[in-house]
């Protein structure tokens, strides 16, 4: 027999699309007041890996991913993401969205991101949101999964999250 035992804690990550980068400051230092000290900020990375956002957001998409210091328990994925979607529908403009924020987290063995929509690789978590398993962590390094969005499975990006992992590798052993 198993017995339960708390998962690690885990290292809060939040992707944003957007096409205003003036936008970007104010939301983080919204996400910020609740996450604590942000500390890492990507490169800005085009998006244009679908025309999804298009029409709500715009033609000329960018990417970036957050990370934050303080580590979070990972069953609290669910409220950060209600957070995240309280933070998209205050900066609205004409009922559309400006930006797209879709928080995770990186663990030992994975990247898992929050999502409303289920799918059959999204287990349910509560509150109307799933578990996106989008990379897992094998054979030294993040390797994507068949239905891993391409950004997050190109070669600069699985080297930034490698490298996030190992900041947090260090974190959990302080």
């Known amino acids: 027999m198993s017995k339960p035992r708390p998962a690690e804690s885990v290292k809060l990550l939040m992707s944003h699309i957007y096409a205003d980068g003036n936008l970007l400051k104010s939301i983080l230092e919204a996400l910020s007041e609740l996450y604590g000290d942000i500390d890492f900020v990507s490169a800005r990375m085009p998006f244009h890996y679908t025309d999804y956002y298009t029409e709500e957001m715009g033609s000329a998409l960018e990417r970036r991913f957050i990370f934050f210091d303080t580590l979070i328990r990972p069953e609290s994925l669910p409220d950060v993401k209600l957070r995240t979607n309280d933070i998209e529908e205050r900066t609205l403009e ?81």
Do not use: C
Request: proline share 7%.
């Open 94 to 174: 004409g009922g559309k969205r400006r930006v797209n924020i879709d928080p995770g987290y990186i663990s030992q063995a994975h990247l898992i991101l929050a999502t409303g929509k289920g799918y059959t690789h999204r287990p349910y978590l509560g509150d109307g949101i799933y578990a996106d398993l989008t990379l897992i962590y094998t054979g030294k390094s993040f390797q994507p999964l068949p239905w891993t969005y391409p950004d997050y499975g190109e070669k600069p990006a699985m080297e930034m999250f490698n490298r996030i992992r190992s900041k947090y590798l260090m974190q959990l052993k302080h």
